[in-house]
């Protein structure tokens, strides 16, 4: 009786990824997600120069999850690089409003520049432990967005109903869960459970906007007590 060879399947534990598609994938979410940032602080600047009102509350979820969704179905095409920039862009537009407010402060400025600061800091101290660390921190992903989704909640909540208790506690919850959502998708991208430079880009940015933008409502509310 002849013998089919049977196929064996190897179940590939947690970290065992190609290491050179990871760093590549890594460099090129860097690369992309420098660009990103400095295109959305150009918008920024460019709305606070020039006194643009912030788009609206309707208006930016309506652009900004339809960006999203167009990101996501494009992922693998060179068309998402160029909504990438369309989505950063807007997010640098609705920024600038904040931006203005805070500035004008009586301590606006310093304000701005602790927020801008205190993001790369912790950007920085973050992704260096995300890169070199052994333990896995793929448990924090389900906690994080269901925060984040509870969050975003109760800062619609605070908008329409105006509780600026409410707003300032929501401005340091997000803080915190944004730092989380920084080292979790790094180590997404450095473990080979994100191989999309695009969508790792989309992620780390949103996170990183969302730091800075709740440390500068928390900055500039102490700004506003001097």
């Avoid at 109903?161 to 989380?180: C, D, E, K, N, R």
């Amino acid at each position: 009786m002849q013998h089919t060879p049977r196929t064996v399947a190897l179940a590939v534990p947690y970290g065992a990824v190609d290491r050179g598609t990871a760093h590549r994938v890594l460099r090129n979410t860097y690369a992309l997600l420098s660009m990103t940032l400095i295109f959305s602080a150009a918008v920024a600047g460019a709305a606070v120069t020039f006194q643009l009102p912030a788009p609206g509350l309707i208006l930016t979820l309506v652009v900004y999850f339809g960006l999203l969704f167009g990101i996501h179905k494009l992922r693998n095409s060179g068309a998402a690089v160029g909504l990438v920039f369309a989505l950063t862009g807007f997010m640098g537009w609705t920024l600038g409003p904040l931006l203005t407010r805070t500035l004008a402060l009586p301590s606006g400025g310093q304000a701005v520049m602790l927020a801008l600061g205190a993001t790369g800091a912790v950007f920085l101290a973050l992704s260096a432990y995300a890169t070199t660390t052994r333990r896995d921190l793929s448990w924090m992903g389900g906690f994080l967005f269901a925060g984040m989704i509870v969050a975003m909640l109760a800062g619609l909540a605070a908008i329409f109903f105006q509780i600026p208790a409410l707003a300032l506690t929501v401005s340091a919850v997000v803080a915190l869960l944004s730092a989380g959502l920084i080292l979790y998708e790094t180590q997404q991208i450095v473990n080979g459970g994100e191989t999309n430079y695009v969508m790792a880009t989309v992620s780390l940015f949103v996170s990183i906007f969302n730091l800075f933008t709740s440390l500068l409502s928390l900055f500039g509310f102490a700004s506003a007590d001097d």
